[in-house]
């Protein structure tokens, strides 16, 4: 793998923070045990990619996180279709089916950067080490912030609805 940027490692901390916390509040759920290891996985992911050059393992756990956060988003669509809760392009998070399945399409689109980013070759050659991606660089920075944002949204959004 080329060595990582400092903005990608920043981002990779950070969205670290971000799944744990996803991870740690998935307890009171009543399916924790579908969204917990999403979560914690995606977590991991983020946490060694920068840090460990076991591109295999990495890449295992991402692989995983990937398949699992593509099975959850399908299955939170399937019940909003056949349900007909919010719809399939709703932003409404007041409904829970929006917040799952937009955290699963969170942990698919950082499966795919944290894949895309151990998939690059760790040649003897000039030629064959290229620098970091700036695709990447820049999906986790835009990531992150989306990701902030809908945690925030999530976290004290429904504070402020309870206190209401």
Known sequence: MAKP??????????????????????????DWYFWF????????VNMVSWAISLRA???RVARLSLLLGIFLFIKVVTEDIVNGI??????????R????????GLVVMCSILQLEASALPKGPTPSQRKGFPKFVDFGEVNFFFF??????????GSILDVEN
């Open 5 to 30: 940027s400092k903005l990608y490692r920043l981002c990779s901390v950070l969205m670290t923070l971000l799944f744990a916390y996803s991870a740690s509040v998935q307890f009171n759920d009543p």
């Open 37 to 44: 290891p999403l979560y914690s996985c995606a977590c991991v």
């Open 57 to 59: 393992t990495i890449r």
């Open 86 to 95: 919010a719809g399939f392009r709703s932003l409404d998070l007041s409904e």
């Open 97 to 104: 089916v929006v917040r799952e399945k937009t955290g699963s």
């Open 147 to 156: 990701a902030d944002s809908f945690i925030s949204y999530v976290t004290f």
